[in-house]
């Protein structure tokens, strides 16, 4: 592998140093700014040998270095020996200095610093240019290398989009459009360009398998009254797909035919576009009035339907049989010593593809046994996949797409003898997560007013964690959306009755172990009160126990007990249909009274 990336690298340098180029940033992401993305655009893990989610290279013609953060660390140092690339540490105890900071140590006047604008937003490259601006460099947009010395790079997805069935989605093509069109009239513009996969799949009732854990389809589109154009490889249009958006009548175009149709639309229209989502090439191209601002389709998207509502929570009473498959296999096998960590995530994807419905992991499982649960964000390898035993604790977090719903859902537990400190420790997130699902709250309230209600309880003990509490998470679609979230970050982003959001706290002990506790909760309406307005509040829609060998009972007061014992009355109840007589029994001692 080493030999293939220094290769690899020095093709990059050759074609710098021919068309004049000093660096050369090259990010992880593809036009879409998408989570995840396919093999296409993965030109950074081809220059580099790096294949985590996050990390940016930076190439000069003498050096070159990959930022990434702690999740990364320990994958960056084994995939970057003797690739000619040096790892950066985004953060940690001692963060080293960003690549604009490296780049001004490194660079002489008038260097140029080049981008494919492509896969850099709007947002992204303006402050790149005035970054050049300040400090004597030039910053190039359209340097393209993937385009000519990727000679074995992969074809772009063609797999073909497919209908989600308005049954499932709860509202028609129709409908949602003129939602939109409201949205983009009120913001003072005529046509709005969305390049959102997500997006896009929402709006058209589109879904599709272009990149991995989320059901999307690679395409752009321009929303505008009698003139919606989608850019989509055409070879995915089936005859059904093709029915359908005339039906709605969506004009099909060629996907790389967007840049020069951008280019010809007229001047006289106003276009709406996010500039931290559309590509620096794309905003670029227009020559009209901009406005730009957050498509209206995001909130729009995040206010589920009832339809969408009571799929999702038929999708949670399937994902909780198939965990409890999951979690009393690995009770059963875990003493013998034969499986470890990746065989805890290849037994959950067997066990969830048994369920109606089920298309897929809605992101790669974390299963941390003992100090890798301390990682937030580890992902088991064959190579670095710990064996389990019949003792310490294992962080799962896991999640599903279904039809209908879309799953995220964390448990720590005990494989025996837990000590008094993982123990106390565990009670203390459960505490937390208790708290903030009770919470009831004033409509306009943010993420960011409820997020010490999870934290409180390990403040109060000097202990904290320092991910968010919760995210968006959408319907048969993305596992992570927004706007809303929970944590300590201001986001100005309201709480809206219909929006999905996690409840996630969690304690990380570096070496020894990890605990997270997370549900997927719905905001409600609460209450209605003459002098104070209208109120908030959660229902749980994740269904699974929690470990009530890990739970303190002196720890808590009476409402938290009264809640757990509500919830697994819930959770029995609510699963035990979809089990056998055997699993059931094994359920009914996992929820029973504290």
């Not at 700014?33 to 990390?55: C, L, M, P």
């Not at 953060?69 to 690339?85: H, I």
Request: charged share 25%; with cysteine.
């Amino acid at each position: 592998m080493s030999n293939t990336t220094r290769n690899n690298l020095e093709a990059l340098r050759e074609l710098m140093r021919r068309v004049k180029v000093s660096a050369v940033i090259i990010p992880g992401t593809d036009p879409h700014q998408s989570e995840y993305i396919s093999d296409y655009w993965k030109f950074r893990d081809w220059v580099s040998g790096f294949t985590g989610s996050n990390g940016t290279a930076v190439v000069t013609l003498d050096d070159a270095r990959l930022w990434t953060d702690s999740r990364y660390f320990l994958q960056a140092e084994e995939q970057l020996a003797d690739s000619g690339f040096t790892m950066m540490r985004e953060n940690g105890d001692d963060p080293d200095p960003t690549y604009l900071e490296w780049l001004l140590s490194e660079l002489h006047d008038d260097a140029i610093i080049a981008i494919d604008g492509r896969l850099f937003t709007a947002m992204e490259a303006n402050q790149l240019d005035r970054f050049c601006g300040e400090n004597g460099f030039r910053l190039a947009t359209e340097f393209y290398p993937a385009d000519n010395i990727w000679t074995d790079r992969p074809p772009r997805p063609a797999a073909p989009a497919y209908v989600h069935d308005e049954a499932l989605a709860g509202e028609t093509v129709d409908s949602k459009l003129e939602r939109v069109f409201d949205a983009i009239e009120n913001a003072g513009a005529d046509a709005l360009f969305v390049t959102a996969l997500d997006e896009i799949a929402w709006l058209l009732n589109l879904r599709g398998s272009d990149v991995e854990f989320t059901p999307v389809v690679i395409a752009m589109m321009l929303v505008q009254r009698d003139n919606c154009n989608l850019f989509i490889d055409k070879d995915k249009v089936t005859p059904e797909v093709a029915d359908h958006l005339k039906k709605y009548h969506i004009r099909v175009r060629d996907y790389d035919d967007v840049q020069d149709y951008l280019e010809r639309v007229s001047d006289r229209i106003t276009m709406m576009l996010d500039p931290n989502k559309v590509s620096d090439a794309l905003n670029s191209a227009l020559g009209c009035t901009i406005v730009y601002g957050t498509s209206p389709i995001v909130g729009l998207k995040a206010v589920k339907n009832e339809v969408q509502i009571a799929g999702i929570r038929k999708a949670m009473e399937r994902d909780g049989a198939a965990l409890v498959r999951l979690m009393r296999w690995v009770e059963d096998t875990a003493p013998s010593g034969t499986i470890n960590e990746v065989d805890v995530w290849e037994r959950g994807k067997r066990e969830r593809a048994r369920m109606d419905n089920y298309r897929g992991d809605s992101f790669a499982m974390i299963a941390g046994y003992r100090e890798h649960g301390a990682i937030v964000h580890y992902e088991a390898t064959d190579e670095s996949a710990s064996t389990l035993h019949g003792e310490g604790l294992l962080l799962v977090d896991s999640g599903a797409q279904y039809l209908d719903g879309t799953t995220d859902i964390t448990r720590t537990i005990t494989l025996g003898a837990p000590t008094e400190s993982e123990i106390h420790d565990y009670t203390l997130v459960l505490k937390g997560h208790l708290a903030l699902s009770r919470a009831v709250f004033p409509t306009g309230i943010c993420g960011v007013n409820l997020d010490v209600l999870a934290r409180l309880p390990l403040w109060q003990e000097g202990m904290t964690y320092w991910h968010g509490t919760g995210h968006g998470v959408g319907h048969f679609l993305g596992c992570h959306e927004g706007p809303q979230s929970i944590r300590t970050e201001i986001n100005p982003a309201v709480l809206e009755p219909g929006m999905v959001v996690s409840n996630e706290p969690g304690l990380y002990k570096t070496g020894e172990y990890g605990i997270r506790t997370e549900n997927l909760l719905l905001v409600t309406e609460a209450m209605k009160t003459d002098d104070f307005g209208s109120f908030l509040r959660f229902e749980t829609l994740t269904l699974f126990p929690y470990d009530l060998r890990l739970i303190d009972r002196t720890m808590l007061n009476a409402v938290e007990i009264e809640q757990i014992n509500a919830y697994h009355r819930e959770v029995y109840n609510r699963i035990a249909p979809y089990l056998t007589d055997d699993e059931r029994q094994w359920l009914q001692a996992k929820t029973q009274a504290i």
